[in-house]
């Protein structure tokens, strides 16, 4: 069973669309939860770490919120610019590693 | 800084072949992670380490697999014998200690990876 698991796999937008991803985990003791973009070709790239419940965090078009068992992540009025894939991934307990969901690969169409 | 650099880009080996892949990791940073990515399995945590030492290895497919950390600045991961479902994406990222929880740390930072074909 995965511990982490994203949903959708793959979503198209229009230029101006808003729309979310999910991102939810079965892992108890969460110590944080990531958001990473990764570009084709590319390592990952750090976008919020969210620790507890009820917490947000926003920068440009995005918004990361945290539930007890899920993340999203909230993308306003998305350019082309914003396509990527979208890494969820958790830490917990006393792991120093990150455990990584499979990601959400999002296009957007001018 | 000039981040995680791991060399080389990319390679392209026979099946058999030994293959090793190597990081830097970012000055100060004190773990060490490597990771496989596929498109079937998505990021794969291989191994990492902790001031060098080697913590959890569990991820490491099997003995063709190894991986060290000789010091602080340098560190490889080797396959021998190389196979063809060894073809992924390597990544190798660090971090600075797990601080408080909002002081940022435990931020992975990765490098370009290293894409590995075995043929």
């Known amino acids: 069973e995965d511990q982490v698991t994203q949903s959708p796999e793959a979503l198209r937008l229009q230029e101006g669309e808003s729309s979310s991803l999910n991102c939810s985990y079965t892992?108890?003791?969460?110590?944080?939860l990531f958001w990473y973009r990764q570009d084709p070709g590319k390592g990952p790239e750090f976008l919020f770490t969210?620790?507890?419940a009820g917490e947000e965090k926003e920068k440009e078009r995005l918004k990361a919120t945290l539930t007890k068992k899920e993340s999203f992540l909230h993308i306003t009025a998305p350019k082309p610019e914003d396509s990527a894939t979208y890494l969820c991934?958790?830490?917990?307990?006393?792991?120093?590693?990150?455990?990584f969901g499979k990601g959400t690969k999002l296009s957007v169409k001018p | 800084d000039a981040g995680v650099i791991q060399s080389p880009r990319h390679e392209v080996t026979e099946m058999g072949q030994e293959v090793t892949l190597r990081c830097k990791p970012i000055?100060?940073?004190?773990?060490l992670f490597w990771y496989r990515q596929t498109m079937m399995r998505g990021l794969e945590l291989l191994i990492y380490?902790?001031?060098?030492?080697?913590?959890?290895d569990s991820g490491m497919p099997e003995d063709r697999f190894s991986a060290k950390m000789p010091n602080a600045s340098f560190s490889t991961l080797k396959i021998q014998p190389s196979e063809p479902r060894d073809s992924a994406v390597y990544f190798c990222?660090?971090?600075?200690?797990?601080?408080?929880?909002?002081?940022?740390?435990?931020?992975?930072?990765f490098g370009a990876g290293s894409r590995l074909t075995v043929l």
């Open positions: 990222a660090s971090s600075s200690p797990p601080g408080r929880m909002s002081s940022g740390a435990n931020v992975l930072t």
């Open positions: 892992v108890s003791g969460l110590r944080g």
């Open positions: 969210l620790y507890s």
């Open positions: 991934a958790v830490k917990w307990g006393s792991q120093g590693n990150l455990i």
């Open positions: 000055s100060g940073h004190d773990y």
């Open positions: 380490f902790n001031n060098n030492v080697p913590i959890d």
